[in-house]
């Protein structure tokens, strides 16, 4: 899947690609696994031709009736976001998150009712086992990652950091660019925690409107 997933990427004319790996929506990936992602694209890339062409589909009519379908939906949408007040104002009112939520639904119910063929789900599947051979990290890695922070603390310019944050509050609290202010913070050794505790102070945590 991810092999043709990858290849439709490459002859739509993509920018930037990655493949998934087998287990990266289990664990972190082992290196098995992503070496064979990587082959996926260097297959792709030097064994199927597809890169001595600029553009293969193009003259497809299908190709064109399916991309000007898939615009004509998407201008829809965008519409109707902008009828709404624009994409904030949509999620506000839950519109967003409840037209993926009815797309999922709607997904789930064409494979249980073999709309949707998925192979292994609900047309030719096999019993398998658990998967084995998931990366396993040791969660000593985590004390030795709090450790070097701790290190980080001691050993930096507390006051310059202070300085940095207070700075970084008020150009939150402003209308200026934050960016800077963040860099600021980072290059005296600022930790990734306290600049977003700041802007999390400014600017509180986002809760997601529940539709029913």
Same mark, same amino acid.
């Given at each position: ?8 990427? =490459? ?174 913070? =980072? ?26």
């Amino acid at each position: 899947r991810v092999a043709m997933q990858a290849l439709a990427a =490459v002859l739509g004319g993509t920018q930037s690609l990655h493949t998934n790996s087998r287990d990266e929506a289990l664990a972190l990936p082992t290196t098995d696994s992503v070496t064979i992602a990587l082959r996926t694209q260097q297959i792709i890339a030097s064994e199927t031709g597809v890169t001595n062409t600029i553009d293969p589909l193009a003259g497809s009519y299908f190709i064109e009736a399916k991309t000007k379908e898939i615009e004509e939906k998407a201008m829809e949408y965008i519409t109707k976001i902008d009828d709404l007040g624009g994409a904030p104002r949509a999620i506000d009112l839950g519109y967003i998150q409840k037209e993926i939520s009815d797309s999922a639904y709607q997904y789930q119910m064409e494979i249980e009712s073999l709309d949707r063929i998925v192979v292994g789900v609900n047309k030719y599947q096999v019993e398998e086992a658990a998967p084995r051979g998931l990366l396993r990290v040791d969660p000593i890695v985590g004390e030795m990652q709090k450790k070097k922070i701790n290190d980080v603390k001691e050993i930096r310019n507390n006051k310059a950091v202070e300085e940095k944050l207070i700075s970084l509050k008020k150009a939150c609290q402003g209308t200026e660019n934050v960016m800077p202010f963040i860099l600021d913070a =980072v290059r005296e050794y600022a930790t990734l925690g306290e600049i977003c505790g700041v802007m999390r102070e400014v600017f509180g945590e986002y809760e997601q409107a529940v539709l029913l």
